[in-house]
Structure formats: C-alpha cells, structure tokens
C-alpha cells in the first residue's frame, strides 16, 4: 500500500466516493445567508470531524469485522457490489438527488450549523466512504501502511475543503451539465475499480479455500 501505484489508486477510489466537486453546490445550498467566515467555519469542522470519522473507521474497522465474523475477502466482494451501485447512481443521476435530499433534511433539523449533519455524515463520511476506507484498511500492512492510508484520506479531505471554499465559484464554472458530465464520468472510473474490488475477494478466496 505504500508504494505509488497503490496511493493513486486509493486516492481515486475515496476522491471519487467523497466526490469533492458533487458536494460543492450542496455546500452553497447549506450555508446559504452565511457570511464568508462563517463559511470557512463551518468547512473547517466538517472537514475536521469527518476526519476523526475516518480514522476512527480505519483503526477499528476490520477488527470490527473480526468480532462479527466477517472475513476480509467477503467484505471486500460486498464492498466492491456496494461501489459498483454507487457508481450505477451517479451514471444515472440518482445519487446527487439523494444526497440533496439528505442536504434538505439536514437544512431543516440544523438550519444554524450544518457542520456535523448533513455535511460530516453522510455526505463526506458516507456508507461508501466508510466501505472504501475498511477495504484499504484490508489491504495495509503495518504501520507504514495504515499511516499511508490516512494521509491519503487526508489528502482527499483537503481537497472537499478546498471546494467548500471555491464552491461559489466552482458552480458557476462548470454549470449543472458541467457537474453531471463530471459524475458520469467519475461512475465510470468508480464501477471499473468496483470490480477489480470484487475480483480481488474472489480471488482472495478461492485461494485460502485451494
């Protein structure tokens, strides 16, 4: 896992899950009415919580997996079925919808600082980013390897802060067609690495079954 092809890889696979750019009209539609410090406030603790979230996900979550029973291979094949319906949504427009439904709600419960919901969970640390994370954690070894993975998600979560604070501007760059073409076109790269996911489990399992 330290090695750079595998960084690129897990840096892809999380960037297009969190998908930074998808979040940032979501961000402009949370903190509407806000000045611009309050702005950068509210993306510094949503960053800074949902980077606690993934590490703590990444330290104890395949001991988790341990203590249910749950092998590292098997995981790995429904984590990889999990990433592929993800991008099937964004393919077809349908996880954007989700997320601002999800945005709306979290509008309406916290309208004065939508920091920790909706912003840090679900929308940075989701179900998909949780999967990604335990699956890279899998494939860690030591601790130059789990301290690689969390500079990798650090690294993702500098760049949804970047975009919180050019999320202004950003929308008015690339328009609504030009957020859609984008999400396409992340789906198509993130079912792609779904499947390696999955052939990765199967392979993995039928060589501990040989």
Known sequence: MTDLPALIAAFTTLFIIIDPLG??????????????????????????IGAMLMLAFLVLGEALLGFIGISMSAF???????????????????????????????????????????????????PGAITTIILLAGQAEGVAGFAAVAAVMLTVLFTVFIAFLVAPLLERLLGKTGLNILTRLLGMLLAALAVQFILDGLLETFGMAA
């Open 23 to 48: 979040l940032a009209p979501l961000f402009v539609a949370l903190t509407d009415g806000m000045t611009t410090a309050q702005r950068r406030s509210v993306a510094i603790r949503s960053c800074l």
């Open 76 to 126: 790995r094949i429904a984590g990889g079925v999990l990433l592929f319906l993800t991008a099937l949504e964004m393919l077809f427009q349908k996880r954007q919808a989700r997320r601002e439904d999800s945005a709306n709600e979290g509008a309406i419960e916290h309208q004065d600082d939508p920091s920790v919901f909706p912003l840090a969970m679900p929308l940075i640390v989701g």
